[in-house]
């Protein structure tokens, strides 16, 4: 044993290392970026090194490997798409133009009479995220609804609820483009 060098190493490395080009090669393809496929080749043999001693001589080791290198693109994919979700939603929130609240000349009665003409679908939205304050991945989670359903959900429950209140505000002299929050 020449440096902590066991049978282990050695049988790991001729079983595994012919196949590290093929790995490679089929990671690059997959994901498009050699120096993405790099890095999940390495994952995959690192994995596979770990668990080595699950592995049965005189099997495939070539299937064995890419069945672990597969596994770790799944998991870096998934790993990417939550980040890159969650990245999109924190835009999407900042991107959602501010609508001022209504003029202060309505009664709470009427605009609670409008709230609760709202479909049941919308008003929940509006009322967790407009009146709770609750951010749109928190009424997401609520709900059990997707956040671009949150978002949409929200833009037309608040357009209703304008409409429903436009009458009001136009008994009070209010014109239509002060009560659609400036003309948007």
């Not at 989670?141 to 949409?152: D, F, H, R």
Request: neutral net charge; contains cysteine; proline residues 3%.
């Amino acid at each position: 044993m020449i440096f902590g060098r066991s049978n282990k190493t050695g049988d790991f490395e001729s079983a595994a290392m012919p196949h590290l080009d093929a790995l490679f090669r089929t990671a690059a393809r997959v994901v498009g970026d050699r120096t993405e496929a790099e890095d999940l080749v390495q994952e995959a043999y690192l994995q596979a090194w770990k668990s080595f001693h699950r592995f049965e001589p005189g099997t495939n080791c070539r299937a064995w490997l890419f069945k672990i290198l597969f596994h770790v693109i799944q998991h870096h994919r998934r790993k990417w798409y939550s980040s890159r979700r969650h990245e999109t939603d924190e835009l999407l929130e900042q991107a959602v133009a501010y609508v001022p609240p209504g003029s202060q000349h309505l009664k709470d009665e009427e605009v609670l009479a409008a709230f609760e003409r709202l479909p049941g679908q919308y008003r929940d939205v509006v009322l967790l995220a407009d009146v709770e304050e609750f951010s749109y991945k928190e009424v997401a989670e609520a709900l059990k609804i997707p956040v671009g359903t949150v978002m949409s959900r929200l833009s037309r429950g608040r357009k209703l609820l304008r409409s429903e209140l436009a009458g009001f505000a136009e008994g009070y002299g209010l014109t239509k483009v002060e009560a659609n929050g400036g003309g948007r």
